[in-house]
């Protein structure tokens, strides 16, 4: 087989796994309980569609492929063990085909997957951080990295997780539409992270984590085809929009592009359209939230910039409210850099030494904008050259990296 045509096998076997990964973990979790099972084996099977597809080609049903290699290696994993016999006989009998007497509540299997990871059995801190892992198949180490924990811890936790569900045998049934707003919280959380994650790797070579950023926003779509009347739902929606607007702009010939510098030519306009309407349709709700507001500073900094106007005493009372909502360190941290704008490097130094040292030490926005205003107020330079060490060390984008040196140069 020509390179070309391994290569575009491969990329197929890579697509599959980022589309079909939730679903088959939904589908087989109803009848094995055993995630860390589910995944193993699931791994394997992509393994060897990897190793297989690029000399025989894509099957016509790839999910189908996958499905049956999965359920051949639990079952071969469970012989002999009771504790799984249930499961087994279970396996035996379905198929990827299965029909279905009612139509499903939630429209999406990788959604539906999400909103089973936030089984009120299941410790709430854990929610996201699972939905994360085993719907979008994210590492430990970059789930970590969302919620500002080291890997090892994250590791830890979600292998606790893993352990309850299999011990208290949790069902994997979809839940019912009544319990949904319960779990929504959790579950917008998990897009928004996802969101994050696809967002920050733009520069990267993985196209499965670039990928994120639009499977985020596809299924907030999702979302608000289940709540239209859920006004943070449409809030996260609109966020999301925003930014997705900005994409093109923020990558020129592979250096990074800070939003006062940006082209407008090269924005979304038609997106655009669409992120304010949702946002008011949001605000039309009377249901404030911390989507909301986040949108709404989104769409302040982009009108300033669209227009020249003056936001900044707007944006100043918009994180002040958004922190009141999510008291977050990355929101402390947007509130200090709105409170210098309007008050002055100083005040928002001021506003910087006042958060805690253990959240700070290795967060790069912290340092970023501590750089920032030391240089703005005059500080000594040994001091700005320590924050500056600082920022570019803890940043992880290269092309962020070298916008950063070469400010310092």
Request: include cysteine; hydrophobic fraction near 45%.
């Amino acid at each position: 087989m020509a390179d070309g045509d391994a290569s575009s096998t491969g990329r197929a076997a890579e697509q599959a796994a980022r589309q079909s990964y939730g679903r088959l973990v939904a589908y087989l979790a109803r009848s094995w309980r055993d995630l860390a099972a589910i995944e193993d084996a699931l791994g394997e099977a992509f393994a060897r569609a990897l190793a297989t597809w690029p000399r025989s080609g894509v099957p016509a049903n790839p999910d189908g492929w996958l499905l049956v290699a999965t359920r051949n290696r639990l079952r071969d994993g469970a012989r002999g063990s009771r504790l799984h016999a249930d499961a087994v006989a279970s396996l035996l009998v379905t198929g990827p085909d299965e029909a279905m007497e009612d139509p499903p509540v939630i429209p999406d299997k990788r959604l539906e997957l999400m909103f089973v990871c936030a089984h009120p059995a299941i410790d709430p801190a854990m929610h996201a951080p699972l939905m994360l892992q085993v719907v979008l198949g994210l590492a430990a180490a970059e789930i970590a990295s969302s919620f500002l924990v080291s890997p090892d811890a994250m590791g830890r936790r979600l292998g606790r997780a893993k352990m309850r569900i299999r011990d208290i045998g949790l069902s994997f049934q979809p839940p019912d539409r009544d319990d949904l707003p319960a779990r929504m919280a959790s579950v917008m959380e998990a897009i928004y992270a996802a969101y994050g994650q696809g967002w920050d790797s733009i520069a990267s070579d993985d196209a499965a984590r670039r990928g994120l950023s639009e499977e985020a926003v596809w299924l907030a779509r999702v979302l608000v085809s289940l709540a239209p009347g859920d006004a943070e739902v449409l809030g996260l929606l609109a966020l999301m929009l925003f930014c997705e607007t900005r994409a093109g702009a923020r990558r020129v010939d592979g250096r990074y592009v800070p939003l006062a510098e940006q082209d407008l030519a090269r924005w979304d306009r038609p997106m655009l359209a669409e992120a304010e309407a949702t946002l008011r349709a949001a605000g039309a709700l009377a249901a404030p939230g911390r989507f909301q507001l986040e949108a709404a500073i989104q769409s302040a900094m982009v009108q300033s910039r669209l227009t020249g106007d003056d936001m900044r005493r707007p944006l100043l009372t918009l994180h002040i409210a958004l922190t009141a909502f999510a008291p977050t360190i990355g929101n402390h941290v947007g509130r200090a850099a709105a409170l210098a704008d309007v008050d002055g490097a100083e005040a928002g130094l001021a506003e910087l030494s006042r958060l805690p040292e253990e959240k700070t030490a290795a967060y790069q926005p912290f340092w970023a904008l501590r750089t920032h205003l030391l240089e703005a107020s005059g500080a000594p330079e040994p001091e700005i050259r320590e924050a500056r060490d600082r920022a570019i060390g803890l940043t992880t984008d290269p092309a962020v990296r070298a916008y950063l040196t070469r400010r310092a140069e």
